[in-house]
């Protein structure tokens, strides 16, 4: 999916969303003389439904795609113009330490949401499943996927 996709879909529920200011990826004009940071990527206490919360999770990875395009062109007009090198390397460390952040952000919720949703687990782990015996690997990813498989009591 490209970034472009998976940031312009939405469900409308802004339970399980992970935030990630538009501003981090829009490149700044090398004569700024502050650069501005916004430290506003977050993740929710609640657990959302598997849907919303991978919705969030393409939505906060497009996000960071968007990010990593802005710093590689603020990177190209630094080295055009190495007077302002000085002044604008700053704020492209905080870029850095944002990015940073939102993608342990992505990680702590890819991680919670697995804990929360089994059936999902299981498909991520599918290929150490299907190195067991046909008696212990458990239902087929098709299965999981289509809701027919259940987890037992």
């Keep these: 999916m490209s970034p ?14 992970l935030l990630f200011s538009e501003a981090v990826s829009q490149p700044q004009p090398i ?15 609640e657990t959302p ?6 919705e969030s999770i393409l939505q906060e990875i497009s996000a960071v795609g968007r ?9 190209t007009d630094l080295s055009t113009d190495s007077k302002s090198f000085r002044a604008d390397i700053a704020g492209f460390h905080d870029k850095v330490t944002d990015l940073d952040h ?7 919720k890819m991680a919670s949401l697995l804990d929360h949703e089994p059936e999902l687990q299981y498909v991520c782990n599918n290929h150490h499943h299907s190195m067991l015996p046909m008696s212990q690997a458990g239902p087929s990813t098709a299965d999981v996927c289509d809701g027919t ?3 037992p009591a």
């Design 67 to 75: 990010c990593l395009e802005a710093m590689d062109s603020k990177i």
């Design 149 to 151: 498989w259940t987890l």
């Design 49 to 54: 439904s598997p849907d919303t919360a991978m």
């Design 4 to 17: 472009g996709k998976a940031a312009g879909k939405s469900s409308g529920k802004s339970t399980g969303q």
């Design 31 to 45: 004569s700024s003389a502050t650069p501005t940071v916004d430290h506003s990527c977050t993740i929710t206490p």
């Design 102 to 108: 939102c993608l342990h952000t992505v990680e702590t």
